[in-house]
């Protein structure tokens, strides 16, 4: 499920600014636009320092690494413990962990290592539509379908590469994808 500008899990290459092609069945076009977003969000880590990837940009407390971080924590519990149904107990809670000692290198690869157990959950799916085995919600009996998933991340990684875009801006002054 791939296009001309994207592999499984992002662009090919961080400098294609074009987003995934136009003509696609729905699973490539879903799973295409969430790696569009993926690599934005990890492209804007790139050439930043521990300390200042660990820096809050805005009051919340909100930093680059807390970001990658949280997004790696929200693929794992949407796709695996949620659609999947894989793991123990509660969804995992590790963004609220202190970033103390915190590096690019280790939150960039946990974080492309969760993408990989996203996709291979994506691609063993029979289809979009199917429920998936419990929910991060306590209320719905029913887990969302893979789709619903596909959506909720393409927004979730959307909005907090937005975040990423702006925090970048005001550590270095770099704009763009």
């Known amino acids: ?38 690599a934005a969000v990890i492209a804007k880590l790139d050439g930043v320092g521990d300390e200042d990837a660990r820096r809050p940009g805005v009051a919340s407390g909100t930093s680059l690494l807390w970001l990658v971080r949280h997004l790696a924590v929200v693929e794992d519990n949407w796709f695996t413990w949620a659609y999947r149904g894989e793991g123990e107990g509660e969804p995992s809670e590790a963004d609220e962990l ?26 063993a799916a029979p289809d979009l539509d199917r429920p998936g085995a419990r929910s991060l919600r306590p209320d719905d009996t029913e887990g969302p379908s893979l789709r619903w998933v596909l959506v909720h991340m393409i927004e979730e990684t959307g909005r907090h590469a937005g975040h990423a875009d702006i925090i970048r801006e005001q550590l270095d002054g770099a704009v763009g994808r």
């Open 1 to 38: 499920m791939t296009d001309t500008n994207t592999g499984p899990t992002g662009p090919a290459e961080l400098s294609d600014l074009r987003p995934p092609s136009l003509n696609a069945d729905e699973p490539t076009t879903l799973l295409s636009f969430l790696g569009y977003l993926r």
């Open 98 to 123: 202190p970033l103390d000692g915190a590096t690019v290198a280790a939150e960039v690869a946990a974080y492309r290592a969760a993408i990989e157990r996203s996709d291979a959950v994506a691609a």
